[in-house]
T-cell receptor, first 112, second 114 residues
Framework: DAKTTQPPSMDCAEGRAANLPCNHSTISGNEYVYWYRQIHSQGPQYIIH???NNETNEMASLIITEDRKSSTLILPHATLRDTAVYYCIVRALEGSARQLTFGSGTQLTVLP | DAGVTQSPTHLIKTRGQQVTLRCSPISGHKSVSWYQQVLGQGPQFIFQ???????GRGNFPDRFSARQFPNYSSELNVNALLLGDSALYLCASSLIAGISYEQYFGPGTRLTVT
């Protein structure tokens, strides 16, 4: 699976949009971009995934650049409960194992 | 519906001992994966099981083993514990290995080796 690069930390004001970037310049054509988050002392939580089109669900939006070398996770109205480590993961659906390869992630702190 | 459950929540062991961690997947999920998360790092993949067979193994020594039961629950065993095995052990379940998009994680078991 391709490697991802994320900033180690970001701050965001409560009620504002949080935009979390991720670089995945070596992504292959069959690899998806996944986002998970981990609130302190809890297990990771799935947020969203996409291949090449922008995606939106009740939690967030995922914007993937046309060349697929980077993406941005958008939390439209951040709340204090969104404070967590956010992981961007690139993962192929084909292959012998379906493990997730986590990096160090981005610590998002939502400020009141 | 209940999510992924893990037991125990916390565990303290001494170096050289053995430990067994347990995981029950979401009802209907047939695949279970185990991850180790050392403080300050992202989770690292240990094993994946699907239909009671090992489908993937991460870069962990043979002291780590696992199995999956007919009801799809799973156990992770670690022998000859080392101080470096202190970590949060996470279990994740997914509907079907290979084509399921997301894995659902349990709250983890915090293992402390002294």
């Amino acid at each position: 699976d391709a490697k991802t690069t994320q900033p180690p930390s970001m701050d965001c004001a409560e009620g504002r949009a949080a935009n979390l970037p991720c670089n995945h310049s070596t992504i292959s054509g069959n690899e998806y971009v996944y986002w998970y988050r981990q609130i302190h002392s809890q297990g990771p939580q799935y947020i969203i995934h996409g291949l090449k089109n922008n995606e939106t669900n009740e939690m967030a939006s995922l914007i993937i650049t046309e060349d697929r070398k980077s993406s941005t996770l958008i939390l439209p109205h951040a709340t204090l409960r969104d404070t967590a480590v956010y992981y961007c993961i690139v993962r192929a659906l084909e292959g012998s194992a379906r493990q997730l390869t986590f990096g160090s992630g981005t610590q998002l702190t939502v400020l009141p | 519906d209940a999510g992924v459950t893990q037991s125990p929540t916390h565990l303290i062991k001494t170096r050289g001992q053995q430990v067994t961690l347990r995981c029950s997947p979401i009802s209907g999920h047939k695949s279970v994966s185990w991850y180790q998360q050392v403080l300050g790092q992202g989770p690292q993949f240990i094993f994946q099981y699907y239909e009671k067979e090992e489908r993937g193994r991460g870069n962990f020594p043979d002291r780590f083993s696992a199995r999956q039961f007919p009801n799809y629950s799973s156990e992770l065993n670690v022998n000859a514990l080392l101080l470096g095995d202190s970590a949060l052990y996470l279990c994740a379940s997914s509907l079907i290995a290979g084509i399921s998009y997301e894995q659902y994680f349990g709250p983890g078991t915090r293992l402390t080796v002294t």
